[in-house]
């Protein structure tokens, strides 16, 4: 029945726009050949508004693609929405079952949750797209025929500290010193049963250090918070307001007295932040510019922070591929597995409680 749908509306799709329904192993997509500017124009001439899901945990993580979007491209209407990737995606899947497989709710999604990606393209939900930039994004991180694209390189595990409460040259660069004495009080960790990037993270910490480091992290009296900006925002006060001065698991924050440092013997997790086009869109022109600019040399050398790793060669200056102490598709193949995944949350879920707090999106106290 679902099947039938799904069949109905990627070949009414393909009546009217390029019978993708065919590209998959048949006809290879070629690679766009336009120029921004030539886009911008034929997505001049599509009514409506281009829905964007950017998948992120603080509304401030959209602020910046949205500032620099809307200035190259000030006629496009355009409403970018921040959730956490996990709402992103069950919200897409629930509008596309209630619309009979007509709408997705939304037009690019841009998440974390990289097991979606394969299981929409098999279902013919994904319009495939090649930017021009195309050859220049290294093959791990790019759907061969087009389906979905790796964006940029996200990561956790790196430590975040606050240079004023542990100066530089007291903070360690293994995850196991931080089980010292010292550090009793002054830890602030995002649930690693409420992110499934930073659960991938712990259950490298486990393979490596066994549940015993664990049970001795949960002693040293961790704050677990909601949100992987959370924990540096709070890191980020003054002594003044709260003792807590280093993370292993959470983001930085932009606030000046937040440093960062990467671990020297502990893994690491780095990802391809994914995205697409749903097949569904009615502004497949509007779409396939904000995928380009995402991918262009502009967003991609100003646009991301200042990571020395990338989906694209250019801009992957310190060659994620290459390292040591992460695996960039180490993730990606984690989260395919969703039965295993399930089994390692609640792993964690036993010792650390259900998550508590808002949604960290919603929590103002922190943001
Ligand atoms: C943008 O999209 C969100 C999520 O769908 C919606 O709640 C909001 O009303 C939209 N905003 C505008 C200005 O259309
Ligand atoms: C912290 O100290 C290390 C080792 O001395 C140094 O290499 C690094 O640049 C310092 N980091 C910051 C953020 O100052
Ligand atoms: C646990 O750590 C928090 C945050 O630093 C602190 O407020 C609290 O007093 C600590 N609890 C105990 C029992 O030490
Ligand atoms: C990564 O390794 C490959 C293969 O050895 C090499 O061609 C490439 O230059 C390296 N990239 C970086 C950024 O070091
Ligand atoms: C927001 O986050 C702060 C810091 O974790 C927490 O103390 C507060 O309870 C949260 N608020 C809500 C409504 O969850």
């Not at 964007?52 to 500032?67: E, H, L």
């Amino acid at each position: 029945m679902v099947r039938v749908i799904i069949l109905a509306g990627c070949c009414l799709l393909a009546l009217v726009s390029s019978g993708f329904c065919l590209s998959y192993g048949h006809e290879p997509i070629g690679i766009e050949s336009r120029s921004l500017d030539a886009i911008y124009q034929a997505a001049l001439k599509e009514k409506g508004t281009l829905r964007v899901s950017w998948g992120g945990d603080a509304i401030s993580n959209g602020a910046g693609i949205i500032a620099a979007f809307t200035k190259r491209f000030p006629d496009v209407e355009f409403n970018l929405t921040v959730d956490l990737s996990k709402y992103h995606d069950s919200r897409a899947d629930r509008t596309f079952d209630t619309s009979n497989g007509e709408d997705d709710g939304t037009d690019v999604v841009l998440l974390q949750t990289v097991h979606d990606f394969p299981r929409w393209k098999k279902a013919n939900r994904l319009l495939p797209y090649k930017v021009a930039t195309w050859n220049d994004i290294q093959s791990p991180f790019k759907d061969e025929d087009g389906a979905f694209t790796g964006c940029f390189i996200g990561e956790f595990g790196t430590i975040v500290f606050n240079d004023d409460k542990a100066p530089n040259d007291t903070v360690p660069t293994t995850y196991q010193s931080f089980l010292k004495p010292e550090w009793r009080n002054k830890l602030a960790m995002t649930y690693p049963n409420d992110d499934d990037a930073i659960l991938y993270l712990f259950t490298l910490i486990v393979k490596r250090h066994g549940w015993t480091f664990i049970d001795s992290l949960v002693s040293q009296n961790v704050t677990w918070l909601r949100g992987t900006g959370t924990p540096s925002e709070l890191i980020a006060k003054p002594i003044s307001q709260n003792e807590l001065a280093a993370s292993f698991a959470a983001s930085p924050s932009a606030a000046a007295v937040i440093l960062t440092k990467l671990p020297t013997e502990d893994h690491y997790v780095t990802w391809p932040q994914t995205a697409a086009i749903f097949a569904t869109t009615k502004m497949p022109e509007t779409a396939k510019l904000f995928m380009s600019y995402i991918m262009s040399d502009e967003w991609q050398a100003d646009g991301f922070p200042s990571s020395g790793y990338a989906t694209r060669k250019q801009f992957d200056t310190d060659g994620v591929l290459n390292q040591t102490l992460t695996n960039p598709l180490g993730f990606v193949t984690f989260m395919q597995d969703r039965a295993n995944v399930e089994r390692w949350r609640f792993q964690f879920e036993t010792t650390l409680g259900t998550p508590q707090g808002v949604s960290p999106l919603l929590n103002k106290t922190v943001i």
